[in-house]
């Protein structure tokens, strides 16, 4: 293991500044992989992304850890604007970002996701021929399979936020948002019983990060189906799946995985969605992640 130096880092994503951490190992000259970061449904990086990039690092593999337009440390109005289509677009900038870097090597970057962002990563891998090697865990898959963990009385009650949402933007008004997370029943993207408690678990002391996006991507993240570019992907990927997830059900994905062929390698973890973030777990999935990564990307 070698030490690594963290540094922040910003770039352009369609005009706007995206913000977030390099963290760089200590090499005897030769350039490294970088493996690309970003957290899942409105997380921000303090939320135990610099743990794993910690690991990464210390294996030798350099990390270029983002937050999304609108959320955290990087630029956007409306704040806490989730969209879909903007966060693909800053994980493109981002390894435009990495590529450039001096004292990387450009052939071998990884990206990695994690929930929401664990089924970005697949879009991601499936366009993106720089891409060499993928980590996706606790990966949203598929938003048909994951909508029905919210329960019918709090989805209807998100898609009447997300159309007022929708007839304000249009007006110019501020965001109508929904809650990101809330106990069961409540109108929230994630209300099964351990979202809550899991989701602000990760926010460290002190830290404020608010527990709302926009609700307009309410009529998108159904719709929302990353699971299908799996077998699209020609790289190695490491597929962390949680057996007790709440959130994004283990069995679709598994399915997916099933389909995809043997570029996938699946982990399962008797565990439920948040997890992984933190130890016990955390140290079993961050090690197989590393040991992924040093397989495909060091020489």
């Keep these: 293991m070698t030490t690594a130096t963290r540094s922040d880092i910003e770039f352009q994503s369609d005009g706007s500044t995206v913000r977030g951490w390099l963290y760089r190992p200590e090499t005897t000259g030769e350039p490294v992989p970088v493996v690309v970061m970003a957290h899942g449904l409105g997380a921000v990086k303090e939320m135990r992304l610099d743990a794993f990039a910690e690991r990464f690092a210390a294996a030798g593999i350099a990390a270029v850890v983002f937050d999304y337009r609108h959320f955290g440390a990087s630029d956007g109005e409306p704040r806490q604007l989730l969209s879909i289509g903007r966060q693909l677009a800053d994980w493109s900038a981002a390894i435009d970002y990495a590529a450039r870097l001096d004292g990387v ?7 990695f996701g994690t929930s929401f ?3 970005h990563v697949l879009r991601v891998a499936a366009q993106d021929r720089r891409v060499a ?11 048909l399979a994951s909508a029905p963990t919210v329960g019918f009385r709090p989805l209807l009650g998100i898609a009447a936020r997300a159309i007022a949402d929708v007839a304000g933007a249009a007006l110019r008004r501020p965001p109508v948002t929904v809650a990101l997370t809330g106990r069961p029943g409540e109108t929230a993207l994630m ?7 899991g989701y602000t678990g990760l926010v460290p002391p002190a830290f404020t990060h608010p527990n709302a996006v926009a609700s307009r991507i309410g009529l998108t993240l159904p719709l929302y189906r990353p699971g299908r570019s799996l077998r699209k992907i020609d790289v190695p ?11 994004a059900p283990a069995r679709r994905t598994l399915r997916y995985a099933a389909a995809a062929g043997s570029t996938v390698e699946v982990h399962e973890y008797p565990a439920g969605h948040f997890d992984i973030y933190v130890s016990p777990d ?18």
């Design 282 to 299: 955390f140290d079993k999935v961050v090690a197989d992640e590393t040991a992924f990564l040093v397989e495909h990307l060091l020489p």
């Design 237 to 247: 990927v490491f597929l962390g799946v949680c057996l007790n997830d709440t959130v």
């Design 105 to 111: 090597d450009s052939a071998r970057i990884a990206v």
């Design 133 to 143: 090697a993928v980590v996706s865990q606790c990966p949203f898959t598929d938003g």
């Design 117 to 119: 962002s664990g089924g």
């Design 191 to 197: 209300n099964a019983p351990d979202a809550a408690p």
